[in-house]
């Protein structure tokens, strides 16, 4: 269409001074430069000084994802433009200098976004007279998720918590990032271009790894470096052989962990370990001493138990002369017998008393603060179980009933009577209640006696 509007201006312009075959090799290289710019791979479109769109070739539909031109044509040039705004400034500035340059974002026919690299310029005419506008459009969408891609990266590494480092097959460093600076206390400056070999503590042992890593490819293990202050810093290195696509040795990429507080922490346990295996050895000596003294005493033991049979011999001839002191014996042991029983009853009684009925309150609840309470009280009168005190509180004289008596024993222990209320679960008026009762019973009514004291006078 560019190329027939150009041959009817030229047959209507045509006159006897140029010649025929002048015009048709004009025409010949206008087909040309059409057909030129019609397969290119880049994107061009023309647009008036309007801004509308005159021209797009082939690359600048499939580019924006157009089947047909008049998909496009006839359309303003910020069409293409993600935003509207941008596109009609950089039209301007085409228009008020001639020419822009620059990337730009932009919407392809199903929305999804394209970044392109834009070159607009003025198309003027042989008289400098502005006739339209040509935008030259190259799709960058690629490159700018490679560089996003890539910008990402050094971000994760540049934020890496382990010490980065990437260096020349010499061992000079090109790159290392901000946990590294960190390790060795300088600045960033102050590394690059430097040598390795400056960082760390033995020299030999840096060129074996590098060697390792030009020949093997990868090293892994622990080294010894050196910060800016001439400390010693334990590293676990990671030392890698980088290539390019054809397998060519491009630099060396290496990475440190810090374990200097691991090794202080080990050089720590195994001194812990070397003292306490002395100190095993001489407790070793110590029991092999003992058990020494411990035979003799054995054996001596022996010897003491042999000279008793022998006396027991010696007493069962004298026995039959012992009847009176057997006599006497039995009556004792009959004494014996009868206390045995009555401290047994004493602790059953005790324990019937005052420890049972908590165990039971404990079997029909969950647990909470009111269990481990009872816990509490069950640990006390476990305590006093051997004591005369519940005995008392029980017997006949007092007649105090089994609620009495447990009112008594929390009394006694330091409750409230609020929270002799909340463990026995009745009222606070209640507890006053078998206050007064007790009070009564032991004949403190009307006495300025503090409960308390008495009861555990009692005990």
Same mark, same amino acid.
Request: net charge neutral; proline share 1%; with cysteine.
């Given at each position: 269409?560019?190329?027939?509007?150009?041959?009817?201006?030229?047959?209507?312009?045509?006159?006897?001074?140029?010649?025929?075959?002048?015009?048709?090799?004009?025409?010949?290289?206008?087909?040309?430069?059409?057909?030129?710019?019609?397969?290119?791979?880049?994107?061009?479109?023309?647009?008036?000084?309007?801004?509308?769109?005159?021209?797009?070739?082939?690359?600048?539909?499939?580019?924006?994802?157009?089947?047909?031109?008049?998909?496009?044509?006839?359309?303003?040039?910020?069409?293409?433009?993600?935003?509207?705004?941008?596109?009609? $400034?950089?039209?301007?500035?085409?228009?008020?200098?001639?020419?822009?340059?620059?990337?730009?974002?932009?919407?392809?026919?199903? &929305?999804?976004?394209?970044?392109?690299?834009?070159?607009?310029?003025?198309?003027?005419?042989?008289?400098?007279?502005?006739?339209?506008?040509?935008?030259?459009?190259?799709?960058?969408?690629?490159?700018?998720?490679?560089?996003?891609?890539?910008?990402?990266?050094?971000?994760?590494?540049?934020?890496?918590?382990?010490?980065?480092?990437?260096?020349?097959?010499?061992?000079?460093?090109?790159?290392?990032?901000?946990?590294?600076?960190?390790?060795?206390?300088?600045?960033?400056?102050?590394?690059?271009?430097?040598?390795?070999?400056?960082?760390?503590?033995?020299?030999?042992?840096?060129? &074996?790894?590098?060697?390792?890593?030009?020949? $093997?490819?990868?090293?892994?293990?622990?080294?010894?470096?050196?910060?800016?202050?001439?400390?010693?810093?334990?590293?676990?290195?990671?030392?890698?052989?980088?290539?390019?696509?054809?397998?060519?040795?491009?630099?060396?990429?290496?990475?440190?962990?810090?374990?200097?507080?691991?090794?202080?922490?080990?050089?720590?346990?195994?001194?812990?370990?070397?003292?306490?295996?002395?100190?095993?050895?001489?407790?070793?000596?110590?029991?092999?001493?003992?058990?020494?003294?411990?035979?003799?005493?054995?054996?001596?033991?022996?010897?003491?138990?042999?000279?008793?049979?022998?006396?027991?011999?010696?007493?069962?001839?004298?026995?039959?002369?012992?009847?009176?002191?057997?006599?006497?014996?039995?009556?004792?042991?009959? &004494?014996?017998?009868?206390?045995?029983?009555?401290?047994?009853?004493?602790?059953?009684?005790?324990?019937?008393?005052?420890?049972?009925?908590?165990?039971?309150?404990?079997?029909?609840?969950?647990?909470?603060?009111?269990?481990?309470?009872?816990?509490?009280?069950?640990?006390?009168?476990?305590?006093?179980?051997?004591?005369?005190?519940?005995?008392?509180?029980?017997?006949?004289?007092?007649?105090?009933?089994?609620?009495?008596?447990?009112?008594?024993?929390?009394?006694?222990?330091?409750?409230?009577?609020?929270?002799?209320?909340?463990?026995?679960?009745?009222?606070?008026?209640?507890?006053?209640?078998?206050?007064?009762?007790?009070?009564?019973?032991?004949?403190?009514?009307?006495?300025?006696?503090?409960?308390?004291?008495?009861?555990?006078?009692?005990?």
């Amino acid at each position: 269409m560019v190329l027939q509007n150009f041959t009817n201006s030229l047959t209507r312009d045509y006159d006897d001074t140029m010649s025929v075959a002048a015009i048709k090799q004009l025409l010949q290289e206008m087909r040309l430069k059409d057909f030129a710019i019609e397969s290119s791979i880049n994107g061009v479109a023309f647009s008036d000084l309007e801004g509308t769109v005159t021209y797009v070739n082939a690359a600048c539909l499939r580019m924006y994802g157009c089947e047909n031109r008049d998909e496009i044509l006839g359309k303003r040039a910020d069409f293409f433009a993600k935003s509207p705004q941008e596109g009609l $400034e950089i039209m301007h500035h085409v228009l008020e200098h001639g020419f822009w340059e620059g990337e730009s974002e932009g919407v392809r026919k199903n &929305q999804t976004p394209i970044f392109v690299h834009l070159s607009a310029f003025l198309v003027t005419d042989a008289k400098g007279t502005a006739q339209c506008m040509m935008c030259s459009v190259i799709d960058i969408t690629e490159r700018k998720k490679i560089e996003e891609k890539m910008r990402l990266k050094d971000f994760a590494v540049e934020s890496s918590i382990n010490a980065i480092g990437l260096s020349d097959l010499k061992g000079n460093f090109t790159y290392v990032n901000a946990a590294f600076v960190r390790m060795w206390g300088g600045k960033r400056e102050e590394i690059l271009g430097q040598s390795v070999f400056k960082f760390v503590a033995s020299k030999a042992e840096a060129e &074996q790894i590098i060697q390792r890593v030009l020949i $093997e490819g990868s090293w892994f293990g622990e080294s010894t470096g050196r910060n800016k202050e001439g400390q010693l810093v334990h590293v676990e290195l990671s030392a890698n052989l980088v290539t390019n696509r054809d397998g060519d040795p491009v630099c060396l990429y290496t990475s440190f962990v810090d374990i200097s507080e691991r090794k202080k922490a080990e050089e720590a346990l195994n001194k812990a370990k070397q003292e306490l295996e002395v100190k095993v050895e001489e407790r070793t000596r110590s029991l092999l001493i003992a058990n020494e003294q411990l035979r003799l005493e054995i054996d001596e033991r022996k010897q003491a138990e042999e000279q008793l049979r022998l006396k027991e011999q010696e007493l069962q001839l004298k026995a039959r002369h012992l009847g009176d002191v057997n006599t006497a014996l039995k009556v004792l042991l009959k &004494q014996r017998e009868n206390d045995r029983g009555e401290v047994e009853d004493k602790i059953l009684s005790n324990v019937k008393d005052l420890i049972m009925p908590y165990i039971h309150e404990l079997a029909n609840t969950s647990l909470n603060s009111r269990q481990k309470a009872y816990l509490d009280v069950i640990d006390t009168n476990l305590e006093h179980i051997i004591s005369p005190f519940a005995k008392r509180l029980s017997g006949k004289s007092l007649s105090l009933t089994p609620t009495q008596i447990k009112v008594a024993e929390l009394i006694k222990s330091g409750k409230s009577t609020k929270e002799i209320a909340a463990m026995m679960n009745i009222s606070d008026r209640a507890v006053e209640f078998h206050r007064n009762n007790i009070r009564e019973k032991l004949g403190l009514k009307n006495k300025k006696v503090n409960l308390q004291s008495y009861l555990l006078s009692l005990a």
